[in-house]
């Protein structure tokens, strides 16, 4: 039988641990450039946070959505030119006035997409409960697409979330049978004992994704 020398032994065991530690700092490294990249892109994002004082939370969108109040959305409606666009968005502001929870509204004039958020009462849950959550929005869908006269369908849902905070995303295309249709984001958070949906109404489907990640709950 033959043994190996304890030095060699140890040249091995040493050469082996090292190669672990440089191969471990190297992925880490990475790790950590990866980080570094997805926080600046996050910290550089351009945008302006919102204040929704009356739930102490802090929205962030991008640099051209105007807030409104209730009020002041109303009255821009009524000053739109007549259209079926126009006749949709008072439909639509109809159904979100007189459901419950505290509203915000928030547009972009030049899109016309129109960001909407609502409270809800709080709603803690989990990638368990992802179907019952989507079974929950799409009834919503249907039930907001019924009071302006389409249909509603849906095109993805989605969970992320960590220890704080939860998000589910649902999307859903709303048309009508005189070839008009529209896209509705809706992003459910909850965080820190509050529930908010965050509704997203667009001509054309946007992902809000980073926006919706710098939310403040307080």
Do not use: W
């Not at 799409?138 to 006269?149: E, I, L, P, T």
């Not at 993805?156 to 704080?164: E, F, L, P, T, V």
């Amino acid at each position: 039988m033959r043994f190996t020398p304890l030095y060699r032994l140890q040249h091995t065991n040493t050469y082996t641990v090292k190669s672990f530690i440089v191969a471990f700092c190297l992925l880490s490294l990475i790790s950590c450039k990866e980080r570094s990249k997805s926080q600046i892109e996050k910290d550089t994002l351009p945008g302006e946070y919102f204040e929704l004082k009356e739930d102490d939370i802090k929205l962030f969108l991008p640099v051209y959505f105007r807030e409104f109040s209730e009020e002041t959305y109303g009255a821009l409606i009524d000053s739109l030119p007549d259209s079926y666009e126009k006749q949709m968005e008072k439909k639509r502001f109809d159904f979100l006035k007189f459901s419950k929870g505290n509203t915000y509204y928030f547009r972009d004039a030049a899109s016309s997409t129109l960001i909407t958020v609502k409270m809800q009462k709080y709603l803690p849950f989990s990638k368990q409960e992802s179907s019952f959550l989507l079974g929950i929005l799409s009834n919503q869908c249907a039930d907001y697409a019924f009071a302006v006269g389409g249909e509603c369908n849906k095109i993805q849902g989605r969970y992320s979330g960590n220890a704080r905070t939860k998000v589910f995303k649902a999307v859903y295309e709303l048309s009508k049978d005189v070839g008009y249709s529209y896209f509705n984001t809706i992003y459910l958070i909850s965080s820190n004992y509050k529930t908010l949906s965050v509704n997203i109404y667009s001509n054309a489907l946007q992902d809000y994704n980073k926006f919706i990640a710098k939310t403040v709950v307080k």
